[in-house]
């Protein structure tokens, strides 16, 4: 998947820090139908608290926008991880006998702290573009694995997940926050980011989300008993 200019240039500076989260054993094993179920459990249990900070960091973003159009984009999001991902998650560990308060109460593992923390950290340290650079590779990452899995995977033990981040409603988000990332590249940066001073700071950021990202694929692992 392309999601605009700007993504597929962070994607390619960090080099081999993404296939290691795009192509981590934790999705490889999701697409043969190999991954336990209590590792997958484990991994939702954490998701499901991710997206609670995850969501507090758009709507961090809502408050840093520059304009109304960048905030009604940033607030729209919020409402696509509180009122429509995280249904998959509910229903999913529902189907497990494990209920909302159940999830609610789950000790954070450090993996979901300090990615959720890190990200939030760079939206109140910095500004609009070094926080959507934060957010970028769990939205668009999770686009591009669901993509991938529908094409790659061999099995349809996972398949509501796979359907949920590969599906129109979740690619549309993921098209949204590229243009937006663009967009604020464009009005911050300039026509060509890559030779700018900040470039290598945007870079950083992206890369240290995206080792978080795998790490929480990490614990997902680890989860399994």
Do not use: N
Request: with cysteine; charged share 20%.
């Amino acid at each position: 998947m392309s999601y605009g200019t700007t993504f597929p240039a962070l994607r390619a500076a960090a080099g081999g820090h993404w296939p290691a989260y795009t192509r981590h054993a934790f999705v490889r094993s999701m697409g043969t139908g190999e991954l336990p179920s209590a590792a997958f459990l484990h991994y939702l249990r954490q998701d499901y608290l991710f997206l609670i900070h995850f969501s507090r960091a758009w709507a961090l973003a809502v408050t840093k926008a520059p304009d109304l159009p960048a905030m009604r984009a940033c607030a729209a999001t919020v409402h696509a991880l509180l009122d429509e991902e995280m249904k998959l998650h509910v229903a999913t560990c529902a189907a497990a006998g494990i209920p909302e308060a159940e999830l609610l109460a789950t000790p954070e593992a450090v993996e979901c702290v300090a990615y959720t923390r890190f990200v939030l950290d760079c939206g109140h340290a910095g500004d609009f573009l070094d926080l959507l650079v934060a957010l970028a590779p769990c939205v668009l990452g999770y686009g591009e694995i669901g993509t991938a899995l529908r094409d790659e995977a061999t099995s349809d033990a996972y398949a509501d997940w796979i359907a949920t981040y590969a599906g129109d409603e979740y690619q549309g988000v993921c098209e949204g926050v590229a243009v937006l990332i663009d967009r604020t590249v464009a009005e911050r940066i300039g026509p060509a980011p890559e030779a700018s001073p900040r470039w290598a700071s945007l870079v950083e950021t992206f890369a240290t989300a995206t080792r978080l990202e795998a790490a929480f694929w990490d614990m997902g692992l680890r989860g399994c008993p």
